[in-house]
Structure formats: structure tokens, C-alpha cells
């Protein structure tokens, strides 16, 4: 957990290219379990869960972080929690599953092209972080 903090708090946020650019390039291969035109889901190389996926918009439109969302993503925004549910059904995870998005460096966003964890397949616990 450390690191992940650590991480987070080394990156400047900014628009640049990101990881995930180059995932959706193909640049970087990743394990795939959903896409269509608008959204790519994966595999997490460092889960937190027996199931960790990320959901991501294939075009970032300036929505690096959920605190830079504008009336204009509502569409997007929207389906990427309706896609992380249908990933959830796919992966089984019927008892449950956490959906995390975290924002800035005290949330602990290490990557800044907005993102949604889908993390199950385990009992989560309360308060988180």
C-alpha cells in the first residue's frame, strides 16, 4: 500500500500521455475482458482483489480525474459504471464487488486518464483506505 501511495504522490498530474494511452494503442499488451468503441476494461497488473479490472474511456477528452469532469462527460461517466457492472457479471462476482475511483494525490491516483477499479471475489472491509 505504501508504494501505491508513494506512486501517487511522485506523479504531476497533466493531460500527457499516459500508460493507458498506450494499452489502447496496443502498444502494451494487457489481458482484455471487455471493449467496445467507447470503453476498454483489463486486467489490473497489481490487484488488490482475486478480481481487479479497470475501466477506461478510449479517448481521454481532458477527463484525466473524476474532479476534472464537465457536463460533457455525463455520457461517458455513466458508461463507465454501467460497463463495470456487465464486467462484474462476466468475471461471476454475484455477492458483491467494489467500484473505487480515486482523484488527485490524496486520493492516490497514480495515472491520470480517468479510471474505475472493479475490484471483488473477496470480503472488503469498512472504512476503506
Not at 28 to 41: C, M
Amino acid at each position: 500500500m505504501a508504494s501505491e501511495k508513494e506512486a501517487a504522490l511522485a506523479v504531476t498530474p497533466s493531460d500527457s500521455p499516459t500508460i493507458f494511452d498506450k494499452i489502447i494503442s496496443r502498444e502494451i499488451p494487457h489481458h482484455v475482458v471487455y471493449e467496445d468503441d467507447k470503453v476498454l476494461a483489463f486486467r489490473d497488473i497489481r490487484p488488490q482483489g482475486p478480481i481487479h479490472i479497470l475501466v477506461i474511456p478510449k479517448v481521454k477528452d481532458g477527463l484525466t480525474g473524476l474532479s476534472k469532469a464537465e457536463e460533457r462527460h455525463i455520457d461517458i461517466l455513466g458508461r463507465l459504471l454501467y460497463i463495470a457492472k456487465l464486467v462484474a457479471k462476466q468475471e461471476g462476482l454475484d455477492d458483491g464487488f467494489r467500484i473505487v475511483v480515486n482523484d488527485g494525490p490524496q486520493g492516490c491516483q497514480a495515472v491520470y486518464h480517468i479510471h474505475v477499479h472493479v475490484i471483488g471475489g473477496r470480503q472488503m472491509n469498512w472504512p476503506p483506505g
